[in-house]
């Protein structure tokens, strides 16, 4: 696993999530102040970004109108995304 900022229109959200928008504000108001703290999880597959967690700091962070995000990046075989979209 590597940590790396990418691009945030580069990850792939497959899953609809639900976000609690007052936890999302309160991000926005934490990431304006301090920074990102915690990297997103995603899986990389075939060149391809793929986002399961860390909905609610992808969220904030698109709110923010911020180009990139802090990610941990998984290296994984389609087989791995075909487990994650099940």
């Known amino acids: ?8 229109r580069e990850i ?3 899953l609809y999530r639900q976000n609690d928008q007052a936890k999302v504000a309160a991000l926005m108001e934490s990431i ?7 990297p997103i999880d995603v899986l ?6 793929y986002g399961f967690s ?3 700091r992808y969220e ?15 290296r994984a075989p389609k087989s791995v ?6």
């Open 1 to 8: 696993m590597r940590i790396q900022e990418i691009p945030i």
């Open 12 to 14: 792939h959200r497959p």
């Open 32 to 38: 304006q102040q301090i920074g990102l703290q915690e």
């Open 44 to 49: 990389e597959v075939e060149g391809q970004y």
């Open 54 to 56: 860390g909905c609610h």
């Open 60 to 74: 904030a962070c698109t709110r923010l109108g911020h180009e990139t995000i802090l990610c941990n990046v998984r």
């Open 81 to 86: 995304l075909k487990m994650h979209l099940a």
